[in-house]
């Protein structure tokens, strides 16, 4: 069994600063991309940041310059740190992963997702 589990949200004021973990654990053989999206009410989810098990990252545009996601193979973790936020960042954050499992399984998992409340 896999687990991804968020945290670090939070309500900020706009300008501020916010930094969000997401840690897997379980049976777990191996991990491909993690990456962060998120979903504001009325909107449909969106990717924000991804990193491949090397590296290499990937942001959307309206978070480019704010925001940096990182990786900690030896943990399992990912983290986003997001700077200079804005209203228009507020919505629920969740941690995504491409996981193969100790039974070879390959499957995408979802975190519970963390609130991030940014205010003007």
């Known amino acids: 069994q896999v687990q991804l589990v968020e945290s670090g949200g939070g309500l900020v004021q706009a300008g501020g600063s916010l930094r969000l973990s997401c840690a897997a654990s379980?049976?777990?053989?191996?991990?491909?991309?993690m990456g962060w999206y998120r979903q504001a009410p009325g909107k449909q989810r969106e990717l924000v940041a991804d990193i491949t098990r090397a590296g290499s990252t990937n942001y959307a545009d309206s978070v480019k310059g704010r925001f940096t996601i990182s990786r900690d193979n030896g943990k399992k973790t990912i983290y986003l740190q997001m700077n200079s936020l804005k209203p228009e960042d507020t919505a629920v954050y969740y941690c995504?992963?491409?996981?193969?499992?100790?039974?070879?399984?390959?499957?995408?998992?979802w975190g519970q997702g963390t609130q991030v409340t940014v205010s003007s």
């Open positions: 995504n992963s491409d996981i193969t499992d100790t039974y070879l399984r390959r499957t995408v998992y």
């Open positions: 379980g049976s777990i053989f191996s991990i491909n991309n």
